[in-house]
């Protein structure tokens, strides 16, 4: 079975501003450079998550966007100790945003309460259009 993270993006308030966030965050993996998540505690689901599973980006507390979940793995750091590192897929995928809650950490996103994709996110060239009101011109059938 396939299970999804849903994180905040904190201190993110588009989808361009976590875009360069990622590019300092990175990895080699499998000879490619990736962004990666580094996080206190190894998700004790992470098999599941490693099947074709995603991290949903909520930002401004609307999901926005997601990335797929290349692989994770425990690392030894010099300044912060024993980490997980998830290595993320470069290409950030757009999603209908839909209102979320805030809260801290990261949360299991079960696959059927995922919103559909709306295509890849394509940075600078890509729409800044508030996510509410691109909610509301995707329901009147203006997008």
Not at 12 to 38: E, H
Not at 75 to 80: A, D, G, Q
Request: aromatic fraction near 8%; hydrophobic fraction near 30%.
């Amino acid at each position: 079975m396939t299970i999804n993270l849903l994180r905040p993006a904190v201190g993110c308030d588009s989808l361009y501003t976590l875009s360069q966030r990622q590019k300092r965050f990175t990895a080699m993996l499998d000879g490619q450079v990736v962004p990666l998540i580094s996080t206190k505690r190894k998700p004790t689901r992470s098999d599941e998550l490693k099947k074709g599973g995603s991290v949903y980006w909520i930002i401004k507390r609307v999901i926005q966007a997601r990335q797929l979940i290349l692989d994770s793995e425990i690392v030894e750091t010099k300044t912060e100790g024993s980490r997980c590192y998830i290595y993320l897929d470069p290409q950030l995928i757009r999603t209908i945003p839909v209102p979320h809650k805030p809260f801290q950490g990261w949360r299991y996103f079960e696959p059927h309460k995922t919103p559909k994709d709306i295509g890849e996110y394509l940075g600078e060239k890509d729409s800044d259009i508030d996510p509410e009101m691109e909610k509301e011109l995707r329901e009147l059938g203006l997008l």
